[in-house]
C-alpha cells in the first residue's frame, strides 16, 4: 500500500522518555579536522579518499544516503551515513 504524507507504517522508535521525538533513520558520522597550511591539502585529501570509497559505502546494505560536508569556518570534514532505524541492528 502507497503511504500518505504524515502516515506511519509502523511505529517509529522514540527517544525521549515523553515519547514524542521519534525517528525513523539513524546516521552516524565520521569527522575529522583540516588544516589551513600547504592550501589547504588535508582537505584536498580526505576529498580524495571520500571520491575513492563513496560507492562502496553507498553499497552498503541499508545505507539510504551518505553526505559529505565541510565547515569552512570550523575546518570540519564530515561524512554522515544513514540507515533505517529498523535495520540499524543489522547494520
Same mark, same amino acid.
Given at each position: 500500500?502507497?503511504? +500518505?504524507? #504524515? ?10 522518555? =515523553?515519547?514524542? *521525538?521519534? &525517528? ?9 579536522? &583540516? =588544516?589551513?597550511?600547504?592550501? +589547504?591539502?588535508?582537505?584536498?585529501? =580526505? /576529498?580524495?579518499? &571520500? ?13 539510504? /544516503? ?6 569552512? #569556518?570550523?575546518?570540519? &570534514?564530515? *561524512? ?6 529498523? =535495520?540499524?541492528?543489522?547494520?
Amino acid at each position: 500500500p502507497i503511504q +500518505k504524507k #504524515g502516515e506511519v507504517s509502523e511505529k517509529l522508535p522514540t527517544i525521549d522518555e =515523553a515519547g514524542k *521525538v521519534s &525517528f525513523g533513520c539513524i546516521a552516524r558520522e565520521w569527522r575529522c579536522k &583540516f =588544516a589551513e597550511d600547504a592550501g +589547504k591539502l588535508s582537505l584536498t585529501k =580526505a /576529498q580524495e579518499l &571520500f571520491e575513492k570509497y563513496e560507492s562502496q559505502i553507498k553499497a552498503v546494505a541499508h545505507v539510504n /544516503q551518505v553526505q559529505r560536508i565541510v565547515c569552512g #569556518g570550523c575546518q570540519d &570534514f564530515k *561524512v554522515i551515513i544513514s540507515a533505517p532505524a529498523a =535495520a540499524f541492528p543489522d547494520w
